[in-house]
């Protein structure tokens, strides 16, 4: 699922509004997700970023923490200590599930409808504060499948 954001959101009052500095760096992580078609891992943003300037792995890693820290990115675990990320949910992009492959690794967006969820009960009836709800199916996805059956 592509986000739904305008192709003019402005990523500079987002990170004004949650009292960070907005740099050249930051912007360009925004805008590489924002970009994409699914979540995507630190590695992909670093190959993404590195492309048409240097900006270090480790720099990377810190900013991508920093705006999961701040609510403007979400992190979605993709088993094992590897990590996606993508644009937090808002207005524009509404909470959905995920497809994870097991075989390649490529995480996709799922429609909200795909998997409708009512939390509605679950936080009246939860004694704490629920913060984030994360779906993730796994599989194996069709390009995958392909390739198996090429394969036999």
Not at 123 to 147: A, Q, Y
Request: proline share 5%; net charge positive.
């Amino acid at each position: 699922m592509k986000s739904n954001t305008s192709p003019h959101r402005d990523f500079a009052a987002l990170l004004t509004d949650a009292g960070l500095a907005v740099t050249t760096n930051r912007l360009r992580v925004l805008e590489v997700l924002d970009g994409s078609l699914s979540p995507l891992s630190a590695g992909d943003i670093h190959r993404t970023l590195a492309r048409s300037s240097s900006v270090n792995r480790v720099t990377v890693y810190r900013i991508l923490e920093r705006l999961v820290r701040h609510g403007i990115l979400e992190r979605l675990s993709s088993g094992g200590r590897a990590f996606h990320y993508g644009l937090a949910a808002d207005t524009d992009h509404p909470p959905h599930p995920h497809f994870y492959c097991t075989r390649c690794g490529q995480m996709d967006c799922l429609s909200p409808a795909s998997l409708p969820m009512d939390t509605t009960w679950l936080r009246r009836t939860f004694p704490g504060r629920i913060d984030k709800i994360e779906i993730r199916i796994d599989g194996i996805c069709k390009n995958c499948l392909r390739k198996m059956k090429l394969e036999t």
